[in-house]
């Protein structure tokens, strides 16, 4: 058994656990014992202990850089480090790889995000009066330097941000993409062998898409293209390279072909993203160690993308009566075709992206009534479009080198019960009862505990929702787990296990 070294981006489980639940069984997966939280860093000098330790003897390392130099994705945007911290935290990748010449190296180095909204919630602390201000001031100094800049953009920056502020956020951005850059060398030298640089929370305009247009340059000046993929994502970058790992050392370079609900969907530029799907997917495959095909009969695995025709809307929005989620949208023969490709002999795995933030819960009902749901060979519908593909495609690769394994099935199980269950149906309704606010508790404050009351009504939400939505499953859902990993509704934490009815 291969073993192989993961520092996570974050303590977070789809950060730290998902592809130790994937792949935790045919690969010998280590990983920190003690990560950050939050806001708060990890100690960076535990964290090079453990990698210094591990990666002696290791055959592989999937590599979080920022949570090397910065203790975390969250404090990557908050820190007051100097250039010398930081520079010596970086020289301990490229000592690691000199200890252990045969260490695969595959890392990813993320892009700061600036997000639209004023929420101090994985922000600085004054994101939350001046956030959008800070974000438009990005947009329209990136369209004026593109000759695109209009008045009524210029008008609604009504309030100026305030200059210490506005100062802080731009040396941070500035220092981080210092050492991007100085990152990519370590792949133009060989100590990795492979990068990603992800596109947190993406967007055409803005102070982020000014620094991709930078480090696309690098790229291409150093000759680094093939080896250094830009794209939008994040929280599923763990997945693609563990994925990448696993067929590197089985010698397979699958091929996908790609089902989609609309024949508008490549052309939809999702949610948090800055580019057509259809361009962003195929990073996606690339990254993880695959190529898309245009040959469905003699493909390793189809990848069935539930995508609207146009405009995507959040999970709290379905069912969406707009065109490009009814008439442009054919969900019906989607789901013929997903039970033709099994009937065929096909793995397929499915990525639910027609919402953002959630699963598609039609879609879902349409799996179940055609008793697709265990049937199939993957499914995820989290977050963003680039955290669902990657995860999805993570566990095509997984069913293609290892069938269909218990872990792969409770996976599954885990992903209808926390995509669809908790993201399109849970959180909304906690959060929005009468006992929910009666309790003190919003959005972003779950109680003190992890493990609190409000796990509890989240557990039997789930159990509810599994009853009624996920009715054609064979295996009784059980959940081992339930907590809130942030003390926050956004995400959840599960551990769930499928037992014989």
């Known amino acids: 058994m291969k073993k192989i070294v993961y520092l996570p981006l974050d303590e977070r489980p789809c950060n730290a656990d998902f592809p130790r639940m994937l792949f935790g069984e045919e690969l010998d997966i280590v990983c920190p014992e003690k990560m950050g939280y939050k806001k708060q860093a990890a100690c960076v000098e535990d964290l090079i202990a453990f990698l210094e330790r591990e990666c002696a ?23 007051h480090l100097s250039e010398e911290t930081v520079q010596s935290r970086l020289d301990v990748i490229r000592r690691l790889k000199q200890r252990n010449p045969k260490l695969l190296v595959y890392a990813f180095h993320t ?3 600036c997000p639209s909204s004023s929420c101090a919630d994985e922000e600085p602390d004054y994101y939350g009066d001046c956030g959008r201000g800070i974000w438009l001031t990005g947009v ?27 100062d802080d956020y731009l040396e941070r951005r500035s220092f981080n993409l210092s050492f991007v850059m100085k990152s990519l060398a370590l792949a133009k030298d060989g100590t990795y062998d492979f990068m990603i640089i992800p596109q947190d929370d993406s967007a055409p ?16 000046r150093q000759r680094l293209q093939l080896r250094v993929l830009m794209y939008p994502g994040a929280d599923e970058v763990g997945n693609t390279l563990m994925s990448r790992m696993a067929l590197r050392f089985a010698g397979r370079k699958p091929h ?48 069935a993308i539930n995508c609207p025709a146009h405009e995507m809307v959040g999970v709290h929005a379905q069912p969406a009566a707009m065109r490009e989620y009814t ?32 699963g598609d819960l039609e879609f879902v009902q349409m799996l179940d009534e055609a008793d697709l749901l265990l049937t199939i060979d993957g499914y995820a519908g989290w977050n963003t479009s680039a955290n669902t593909l990657g995860t999805a495609i993570a566990e095509g690769v997984h069913c293609l080198l290892n069938g269909r394994t218990k872990a792969h099935d409770d996976f599954m199980l ?88």
């Not at 003190?440 to 789930?462: M, P, Q, T, W």
């Open 57 to 79: 003897d290791a055959d592989g390392l999937v590599l979080a850089v920022d949570t090397l130099l910065y203790g975390g994705l969250i404090p990557s945007r908050l820190h």
């Open 111 to 113: 892009i700061m995000r």
């Open 140 to 166: 329209i100094r990136h369209r004026e330097q593109l000759g695109l800049e209009s008045p009524k953009e210029k008008e609604e920056l009504k309030a100026p941000v305030a200059p210490e502020y506005l």
């Open 205 to 220: 305009y803005g102070f982020t898409a000014i620094d991709q247009q930078k480090v696309r340059a690098a790229i291409a």
């Open 256 to 303: 996908v072909y790609i089902q989609y609900s609309s024949v508008l969907a490549p052309f939809v530029v999702p949610n948090y993203e800055d580019r057509p799907f259809g361009e962003t997917v195929k990073y996606h495959l690339a990254a993880a160690g695959c190529l898309q095909t245009q040959d469905s009969k003699n493909a390793d695995f189809v990848l």
């Open 327 to 358: 008439v442009e949208r054919t969900l019906p023969e989607f789901v013929m075709q997903i039970a033709d490709c099994k009937e065929n002999g096909k793995i397929v795995t499915v990525g639910d992206i027609a919402y953002s933030n959630g």
């Open 414 to 501: 885990l992903r209808y019960l926390e995509d669809a269950g908790y993201c399109s149906c849970v959180r909304r309704s906690v959060t929005e009862s009468e006992w929910f606010r009666e309790q003190g508790f919003n959005y972003f404050y779950a109680g003190d505990d992890f493990r609190g009351v409000v796990s509890k009504k989240i557990e039997e939400g789930l159990y509810a929702f599994a009853q009624e939505s996920l009715a054609s499953l064979k295996v009784k859902p059980v959940i081992d787990d339930c907590y809130q990993p942030w003390k926050r509704m956004f995400e959840v934490g599960l551990r769930v296990h499928g037992e014989e009815k």
